[in-house]
């Protein structure tokens, strides 16, 4: 066996490992060669026989390794990735808030007969989706005890007026014979007093001044009974005129009654809900269809409590605000000019906003928009001075952005998000003017990366959704696939 001794250090240095192995696999040839072999049993000769198997597979990975030869490590080119950017600059800005509305009626109302009667005829536009317009006969029940009713109770009232003629004349004589009797009692007053003066005188006797008093006290009789029947007379009078204005109230009744078995639409609107056909019994009250008006469409949206606190502050307030009123038909979309009508007057537990009613301008039957309708209320929200805009994409989380510095690579900042609409963000702290804002998102995005910017001409323009690609030359991409595919 080669060995080699070195006394300079303290230590022992062996030979070389082949030499060590060819040793150690002789060894336990010459133990297999022992006689101790032929006296293990069957199964202790299997456990040694896998253990030397093992041994020898160990011995051999151990030498491939040991003998493996270094290999140079390439490195790799860094990689460049290609980004849209915006050079930003302060601005005065008022956005547009973006909502999310449903449209309601202005006015609606539920069409119900005020009469009970069988249905005579239906209007072609008493139906699901009918348009109807204001005065349009739209159901009709039959009139016919109505217009009995109104008959018998214009023949009632004639013949009270008959009646009261009749009694006014009695009572004008009742009046007269009255008077007549006032007249013969101051006749009998005059007599009375003549005769007092000659009893007095000695002229008549007592026995002719008691006839002319008595005479005095039938006329007074007369007299009061006469007062007493033109009195009666003249209350016959005004009970049937009361009576005749009972009638009149009845009459007007029973025309009313009349009229009401025509239902005609209030207004222009569109016709839901029907439950009418010829020939059905309605009950007063019945509802037969619901109305919803075509004009005044307003869209019901409800703001944050922080967007309506923007608003209210601003100088232009709520109400009276100009908005559009957007509804998306597939590719098509149709725009109404609008105005803010109305705040409603609680806010929203459960929602924690404020609603708001945007009434929608120039509607007429022959629009497609319909209560109901899903719509995008676009809302100038307050102005802001000396603010940056970025795009949408340029904003990571709720206040994180990307510039692209001098030597090409990424720094991120905080800053401060003032407002947000669907494609933009306005910015008034943390930037500075000139700065390249990169406005293309991809995942391994952070700070340090080197970047190659594509500056895009506004702050407002499209922003690339491709994934960002190198902007290496052929060779170094090759030579990139080529260190990937080897890892």
């Given amino acids: 066996m080669a060995m080699a001794r070195q006394t300079g250090d303290g230590m022992e240095k062996v030979g070389t490992v082949q030499m060590g192995r060819h040793w150690a696999l002789r060894g336990w040839g010459d133990r297999l060669r022992m006689p101790k072999w032929a006296a293990l049993g069957p199964r202790s000769k299997r456990v040694v026989a896998i253990g030397g198997v093992l041994l020898l597979g160990v011995s051999g990975f151990t030498l491939m390794v040991a003998s493996k030869p270094e290999v140079a490590r390439e490195d790799r080119p860094e990689r460049v990735w290609s980004v849209d950017a915006v050079n930003v600059a302060r601005a005065d800005h008022r956005p547009d808030m973006s909502l999310m509305g449903t449209l309601v009626a202005g006015r609606s109302a539920e069409l119900r007969p005020l009469v009970a009667g069988t249905v005579k005829a239906v209007s072609p536009a008493l139906r699901d989706g009918g348009l109807v317009k204001a005065g349009e006969t739209l159901l009709e029940i039959d ?27 009695t009572a004008a004589a009742e009046k007269s014979r009255a008077e007549l009797a006032r007249q013969q009692l101051g006749i009998k007053e005059r007599e009375q007093e003549r005769a007092q003066s000659l009893y007095e005188k000695g002229t008549i006797s007592i026995a002719r001044l008691e006839q002319t008093q008595g005479a005095l006290a039938a006329e007074r009789q007369t007299l009061a009974a006469m007062e007493n029947g033109s009195q009666a007379g003249a209350a016959r009078v005004r009970q049937q005129e009361a009576a005749i204005d009972r009638l009149k109230a009845m009459l007007d009744r029973a025309e009313t009654d009349l009229a009401r078995t025509k239902l005609t639409a209030p207004f222009d609107a569109f016709v839901g809900q029907t439950k009418a056909e010829v020939g059905m019994r309605v009950s007063a009250g019945d509802q037969v269809a619901t109305l919803s008006g075509t004009e005044g469409l307003e869209a019901r949206v409800t703001l944050s409590t922080e967007a309506y606190g923007r608003l209210a502050a601003d100088g232009a307030g ?67 001075v000396a603010v940056h ?12 952005v990307y510039i692209a510095n001098a030597e090409g690579r990424l720094e991120s900042t905080k800053v401060h998000v003032v407002a947000r609409t669907s494609d933009a963000v306005f910015v008034d702290k943390g930037l500075s003017d000139g700065v390249k804002v990169v406005t293309t998102r991809f995942q391994e995005i952070g700070p340090g990366l080197k970047v190659a910017v594509r500056e895009t001409p506004a702050p407002g323009a499209q922003v690339a959704t491709n994934p960002p690609k190198e902007t290496q030359d052929k060779d170094n991409q090759d030579k990139a696939g080529a260190g990937e595919k080897s890892e």
């Fill in 318 to 384: 709520v109400v009276g605000r100009r908005a559009e009123v957007t509804w998306k038909l597939g590719e098509q979309r149709l725009t109404y000019p609008a105005t803010v009508e109305r705040v409603i007057d609680r806010i929203d537990t459960a929602t924690g906003g404020v609603t708001i009613f945007v009434r929608l301008e120039a509607q007429s039957l022959d629009q497609p928009l319909r209560p109901g309708a899903f719509v995008e209320v676009a809302l100038p929200d307050r102005a802001y």
């Fill in 389 to 400: 805009r970025l795009p949408v994409t340029a904003v990571h989380g709720n206040d994180t």
């Fill in 143 to 169: 009139p016919w005890d109505y217009e009995l009713t109104v008959r018998e109770t214009r023949a009632q009232l004639a013949e009270a007026r008959a009646r009261l003629d009749e009694l006014r004349a």
